[in-house]
């Protein structure tokens, strides 16, 4: 394995998920995990008492995080193959901690498609659950003002030093939380 991926699957990304609120025993989405740069070390952080469900359509990047989980013997992360249309397969009210990380050039701010997204969302969390959301490639602001219009508002702002494109860099990660009805 790259030196950059092995240091962040087995140190860096696992303070950076402790940081952003991720716990033993606490059951994560990483919704459209690509390669499991993000599942990986979250499977490490929840231990076995925990879950990470990765979410991804593309079957080329499920294919290295597949090869890793069989030769790391992990066996907290339960992968989905599917593409996101309107709903995610899971349960109402059941996640702890949902990743958003790194996907709106494919789910842009001003589409349907986002705004199912984060319905869904919605309905997964748990009441105290943690949506945490690295906005690459848009404008913070916007993207604010869409997760308040889906019933999210901000807790926490950070930045960190995380793995994008296979590469440390800085990054803006934003916390938010339900708005309860
Ligand atoms: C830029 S990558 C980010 C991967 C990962 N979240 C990260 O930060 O390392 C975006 C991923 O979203 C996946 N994706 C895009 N649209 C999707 C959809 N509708 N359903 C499931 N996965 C999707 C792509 O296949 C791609 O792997």
């Excluded at 303070?15 to 990483?30: H, P, S, T, Y």
């Excluded at 990380?101 to 001003?110: E, N």
């Amino acid at each position: 394995m790259d030196k950059t991926i092995n240091k962040w699957k087995n140190k860096y990304g696992i303070a950076f998920l402790k940081d952003i609120g991720v716990k033993d025993g606490n059951k994560v989405l990483d919704c459209c995990c690509g390669e499991g740069n993000f599942s990986i070390p979250a499977a490490k952080v929840v231990g076995k008492n925990g879950l990470v469900y990765a979410f991804e359509m593309n079957e080329q990047k499920l294919k290295a995080l597949i090869s890793e989980y069989n030769s790391e013997d992990i066996k907290n992360i339960k992968i989905i193959q599917q593409e996101f249309k309107k709903n995610l397969p899971l349960p109402d009210c059941s996640m702890d901690i949902i990743l958003l990380y790194d996907i709106f050039l494919y789910f842009s701010l001003d589409s349907i498609k986002l705004k199912n997204l984060l319905d869904e969302v919605y309905r997964i969390s748990k009441d105290s659950a943690i949506v945490s959301v690295y906005p690459e490639h848009v404008d913070k602001k916007i993207l604010k003002q869409k997760m308040e219009d889906s019933c999210f508002k901000m807790e926490r702002e950070f930045l960190k030093t995380l793995i994008h494109d296979n590469k440390f860099k800085k990054g803006n990660i934003i916390n938010f939380k339900k708005v309860l009805n």
